[in-house]
């Protein structure tokens, strides 16, 4: 019907112009034709109600004008009502079925320790912020023009991208380079390293049998010299930044331009932007210290671009000499990339003493100036998708910078980034103990056509609460010398990294200081990970590969994602998504390919299945692997449950006794629980410095109660024994033999009865499945070190192996295991935990790493050079494995 009124106005109209009067009769004899053949019908009121417009209605050609010009508005309304809905919503999810939009009054993630940096001294989010959504940085600028100017004429309107890059704040980027030769620190640097020079040729020397009459030492210490600072001049050159605020706003417009082509979004919260711009009106002689986890190439402009577009000042940026390629290399340095080696002494135990001056200066002369700093608390990007441990080189000469007073003050801003898709593509070949290829130009050209005709989802970026440094020290060091923690607190040792850049120490050699800077990198790394947004692909994952590793229909995926997002609500943890579950379901899907989940129809119904089979199974679980950290502790918790309950029924069986109610002991649990935690110290970092990891274990036991996966008599008590008991908590053992009570008020029969039975632990059985997933999530690393446990009877009669030669031996061992099925995890082929795992056991003292002339050496240590000692140390590994 509306249709042919459409018909009706356009003939008035053409009726009008060429003949007003017998136009107008016309179309009054025409509408009435009309009404009289369709009678009364139906117009769209408001608010979705109808109004009934009755025959005679319509008897003039001016009412039908009238009618025509309102349906004409009615439409510009809802076409401007359709475009301002476009513009609020958060993402602009190309070719997706699922509307990424943050949830609203949500918990804000990244939020500062209260203990380590005091609320009182901290920039706040307050309740607005904390309600806004997070904002498509991608588009949010495309329509800025058009919200502050309303002229047509404005040339932001028309190119609003190249507005934004002309429109953003100027800052002066002062070069220091020139600065850092002429420092005594180098100098000395210098001077030794000429003087080790003149050793060495005196030792050549002595060694060649030669006469060291002839050798002028003063001549060959001046030869040295010259030689030793033209490295160091070769040194700075390539190591400088020449951040250009001209090349920032050109790299930010080309952004704008590429990024839309293979990312849905880039999404970040504005009330975390918020807290960075108080944090520097708070303190703005104080740099920022920018320290994210490292997942993709992408990472290093990101954060700058950023920042660049709210006006923040950007950072320079430690990337690795691996960059340094032809055109991409010198576009990062004039993007504030400053290039440092992955390894800073070419062989262990002899120090570079020329780099390490240049670097410890060119950084403290970058932070006096006034320049922020960015740089990946990890080192290399994570080969896995879990958080790997610190490399805290860099952050070693900041904390020595302060230490000094070069600078009064940093603030530490924490930084989480996730992808939905890893634009990288994926690392199973160096997961798989292939060597990783090295960058060049022709690779990443190649790289970036091939990103450019994909499709990635959407990528995510959190700015933790920023933190004042010398809060964080001086809570850090009153723990340490009071011991404020508390004083049951166990926290895991750790061996600061040795074998790189990041984890060399750079400063000093004092304990105090490295256990310091360690604790800082654990923490920042510890909030990072917490606060890292759960992605579409991240959950289908972890589902897929820990509860339907043999695929589910729909309908039941959907249900466990739903189960899921609830429980990470609960938990405070932050999702990257919303939505029907369903439609995330098939997104997350459809974004991870047929390569690693599987489509197909069963009984009518959509069914999805993970493939298992390696390689594929590898790279799937460098999704899943986001959320494992998450649920380690309940992980650790539910297997040794599971472990304790195994021996105490064999333990039944053994004595022919019924198995039908077995039960475990409480303590016996926490302890062997932080044996499991022990054995997975460069695994995951299960506890902030400033935490106890017993209380965090008992914290997760009282959740997994609540969840009814454990269970514990409840007993009742009279009010003596209330009263009792709450004594005994308040007092010391001795304390509870005074005169006053009788040792019958406090331990009598029926006191001690209903203490063993209140320390009991159960194992609901309908509950089985449940404790299953949660076990499943931390077996293919209980898988890895026990098969690299194995691997050590190669060892045995005194043989030692190439630390490369011995982890191809491991991932032979872990494949075999696979491929015969006494291992379904294929993602435990992982050199990542075959290197963690040797950590564990070079600590425990079971095995011998050493260097020979650049070559490290694996041998087991001599105590466990022993059939029977290499036994023991299987069975301690394979003990966590499930059954």
């Not at 790289?447 to 440094?469: Q, T, W």
């Not at 984890?503 to 920042?524: F, K, S």
């Not at 489509?599 to 959509?606: C, D, I, L, T």
């Not at 274990?697 to 969840?707: N, S, V």
Request: hydrophobic share 40%; net charge neutral.
């Amino acid at each position: 019907m509306i249709g042919l009124v459409e018909v009706l106005l356009f003939l008035c109209l053409v009726g009008y112009f060429f003949n007003k009067s017998r136009g107008t009769d016309m179309v009054d004899i025409i509408s009435n034709r009309v009404q009289e053949a369709y009678g009364s019908f139906r117009l769209p009121g408001m608010f979705g109600t109808t109004q009934t417009v009755e025959a005679g209605g319509f008897s003039t050609y001016a009412m039908l004008k009238r009618f025509g010009e309102q349906k004409k508005r009615k439409r510009q309304i809802d076409k401007e009502n359709d475009r301002k809905l476009r513009e609020e919503s958060l993402y602009h999810m190309k070719n997706s079925p699922t509307p990424h939009i943050m949830l609203d009054n949500k918990p804000m993630p990244g939020m500062a320790c209260r203990f380590c940096s005091p609320a009182e001294s901290q920039p706040q989010l307050d309740e607005v912020d904390r309600r806004k959504n997070a904002i498509d940085i991608l588009r949010v600028t495309s329509h800025a023009g058009r919200r502050t100017n309303s002229s047509p004429t404005d040339w932001g309107v028309w190119c609003p991208h190249l507005a934004q890059a002309a429109r953003v704040k100027k800052y002066d980027y002062p070069q220091v380079a020139g600065a850092v030769l002429g420092e005594e620190r180098v100098q000395q640097a210098l001077e030794t390293a000429a003087k080790e020079s003149v050793d060495e040729k005196r030792l050549e020397l002595q060694d060649a049998g030669q006469s060291e009459d002839s050798f002028d030492e003063d001549a060959y210490y001046n030869e040295s010299m010259l030689k030793h600072e033209k490295r160091a001049h070769r040194v700075l050159i390539g190591m400088r930044s020449k951040l250009s605020d001209m090349v920032l706003r050109i790299t930010s417009w080309v952004l704008y331009k590429l990024l839309p082509c293979f990312l849905s979004g880039v999404a970040a919260h504005p009330g975390q932007v918020d807290m960075i711009k108080r944090a520097i009106a708070k303190n703005p002689d104080a740099p920022l210290i920018f320290l994210p986890l490292h997942r993709s190439h992408l990472d290093y402009i990101m954060v700058s671009f950023i920042l660049l577009n709210h006006d923040i000042r950007c950072p320079l940026v430690a990337g690795g000499d691996n960059l340094r390629i032809p055109v991409f290399g010198n576009i990062l340095r004039y993007d504030g990339a400053f290039f440092i080696k992955r390894k800073i002494d070419p062989l262990t135990g002899k120090k570079d003493h020329v780099y390490r001056s240049i670097l410890h200066t060119y950084l403290q002369k970058v932070l006096t100036a006034g320049h922020n700093v960015e740089f990946f608390i990890e080192g290399g990007r994570t080969r896995t998708g879990k958080p790997c441990m610190p490399k805290s080189g860099i952050l070693s000469v900041i904390v020595d910078a302060f230490n000094d007073k070069s600078i009064s003050d940093a603030l530490l801003v924490p930084v989480s980034i996730n992808y939905e898709k890893l634009v990288d593509g994926n690392f199973v070949r160096e997961q798989l103990g292939q060597k990783k290829v090295p960058e060049s130009f022709s690779s990443a050209a190649s790289a970036i056509m091939k990103v450019l005709k994909a499709r990635y989802g959407l990528m995510r970026i959190d700015f933790n609460e920023p933190f004042s440094l010398s809060e964080l020290v001086k809570s850090l060091r009153k723990s340490e010398t009071a011991g404020s923690y508390a004083p049951e607190n166990r926290r895991l040792q750790h061996k600061p990294s040795s074998s790189s850049l990041f984890g060399t120490d750079v400063v000093q050699e004092e304990q105090e200081l490295r256990t310091l800077v360690d604790n800082i990198a654990r923490h920042v790394v510890y909030d990072c990970a917490k606060a890292t947004s759960v992605m579409t692909t991240n959950a289908l994952a972890f589902l897929l590969l820990n509860r339907f590793r043999d695929g589910a229909p729909l309908a039941i995926l959907t249900e466990a994602l739903e189960e899921l997002r609830s429980y990470l609500n609960t938990t405070s943890r932050d999702l990257g998504f919303t939505g029907a579950s369903e439609d995330i379901v098939k997104y997350a899907v459809d974004l991870l390919g047929p390569g690693l989940v599987t489509k197909e129809k069963r009984a009518g119904q959509p069914f999805f299945k993970p493939v298992t089979l390696v390689p594929n199974v590898i790279e799937l679980a460098y999704y899943s692997n986001s959320l494992v950290p998450h649920f380690a502790l309940d992980s650790i918790v539910i297997t040794v449950a599971s472990l304790l309950k195994r021996q105490a029924e064999q333990r039944l069986r053994d004595q022919q006794k019924s198995t039908d109610v077995v039960s475990i002991g409480r303590q016996e649990l926490f302890n062997t629980c932080l044996e499991f935690c022990d054995l997975l110290m460069y695994e995951f970092i299960l506890s902030k410095p400033c935490q106890s990891l017993e209380t965090l274990l008992q914290d997760c036991y009282h959740r997994l109660c609540i969840m009814e996966l454990v269970s514990q008599p409840e007993v009742e008590y009279t009010e003596e024994q209330h009263r009792a008991r709450r004594l005994a908590a308040n007092l010391e053992l001795d304390e509870l033999h005074d005169d006053s009570y009788s040792d019958d008020d406090y331990f009598g029969d029926d006191n001690l009865a209903e203490q063993e039975d209140e320390n009991r632990v159960f194992l609901p059985a309908e509950k089985h499945c449940d404790r299953i997933v949660l076990q499943s999530v931390l077996a293919p690393f209980t898988n890895t070190y026990a098969a690299v446990a194995s691997s050590l009877r190669q060892l045995l009669g005194g043989n030692s192996m190439t630390e490369g030669e011995f982890i191809k031996q491991c991932i032979k061992e872990i494949t075999s295991r696979v491929e015969s099925g006494q291992c379904k995890y294929g993602e435990s082929i992982s050199t990542d935990t075959v290197r963690n795992c040797l950590k564990v056991l070079e600590k425990r003292s079971a095995i011998e790493i050493v260097n020979n002339n650049g070559v490290r050496l694996v041998s087991l240590a001599p105590a466990c050079d022993s059939p029977a000692e290499v036994q023991l140390i299987i069975q301690g590994m394979e003990k966590f494995v499930p059954i």
